[in-house]
Nanobody, 126 residues
Framework: QVQLVESGGGLVQAGGSLRLSCAAS????????MGWFRQAPGKERDIVAAISMSGGSTYYEDSVKGRFTISRDNAKNTVYLQMSRLKPEDTAVYYC???????????????????WSQGTQVTVSS
């Protein structure tokens, strides 16, 4: 079993910044891809960003590219999402996800990932 625990969510004004953290515990994997998803009210859960084991490969959804940065600290089994210049449309429940693989996915869909956090609310006010 793998447990993913998030921290860092909350309320922030437009233009501000937040950093989300997601720590994995439980069974260990030699290689794993981690990603961030978000789900706004009435919408599907969509990819935000993903990162490979080494950090050499990253993916960003177009609307966050240049504003959000995904990173990981493998010694801490933790993935981060640094969110800057936040906009009201970034308001959503954010989830982290893990896939035990060394292969970079062709598609960053929900189905690719095996383990999920419970989600944390990020609210951006105007």
């Amino acid at each position: 079993q793998v447990q993913l625990v998030e921290s860092g969510g909350g309320l922030v004004q437009a233009g501000g910044s937040l950093r989300l953290s997601c720590a994995a515990s439980g069974r260990t994997f030699s290689r794993y891809v981690m990603g961030w998803f978000r789900q706004a009210p009435g919408k599907e859960r969509d990819i935000v960003a993903a990162i490979s084991m080494s950090g050499g490969s990253t993916y960003y959804e177009d609307s966050v590219k240049g504003r959000f940065t995904i990173s990981r600290d493998n010694a801490k089994n933790t993935v981060y999402l640094q969110m800057s210049r936040l906009k009201p449309e970034d308001t959503a429940v954010y989830y982290c996800a893990l896939k035990a693989t060394g292969q970079w996915p062709y598609r960053h869909s929900e189905a690719f990932y095996d383990y999920w956090s419970q989600g944390t609310q990020v609210t951006v006010s105007s």
